[in-house]
Nanobody
Framework: QVQLVESGGGLVQPGGSLRLSCLASTSIFSFYAMGWYRQAPGKQRELVASITSGGSTNYADSVKGRFTISRDNAKNTVYLQMNSLKPEDTAVYYC???????WGQGTQVTVSS
């Protein structure tokens, strides 16, 4: 069972930036596509950004141009750089791979003045 640990969330003002990190407890991390998901109160969990093992990326329309997903396979870590944050980005953010069943505990992002 792969364990995922997200970090980097917090409270930020609109227009601010945060960088989320997700550490995976597997030595074969580089073989797997990864994604960042978020769940706001009362809403379904949604895919925000994904990155393949080869580094190709995709983004939800709502974050395109503002968020950047990246990975460091030597550190078994995937990142989400979030810029120009909006109140509607407020949610718990999770990383996950479609190849695994496990989810981390998530990290709270709150965008508010």
């Amino acid at each position: 069972q792969v364990q995922l640990v997200e970090s980097g969330g917090g409270l930020v003002q609109p227009g601010g930036s945060l960088r989320l990190s997700c550490l995976a407890s597997t030595s074969i991390f580089s073989f797997y596509a990864m994604g960042w998901y978020r769940q706001a109160p009362g809403k379904q969990r949604e895919l925000v950004a994904s990155i393949t093992s080869g580094g190709s990326t995709n983004y939800a329309d709502s974050v395109k141009g503002r968020f950047t997903i990246s990975r460091d396979n030597a550190k078994n870590t995937v990142y989400l750089q979030m810029n120009s944050l909006k109140p509607e980005d407020t949610a718990v953010y999770y990383c996950h791979s479609p190849s695994w069943t496990s989810w981390g505990q998530g990290t709270q992002v709150t965008v508010s003045s």
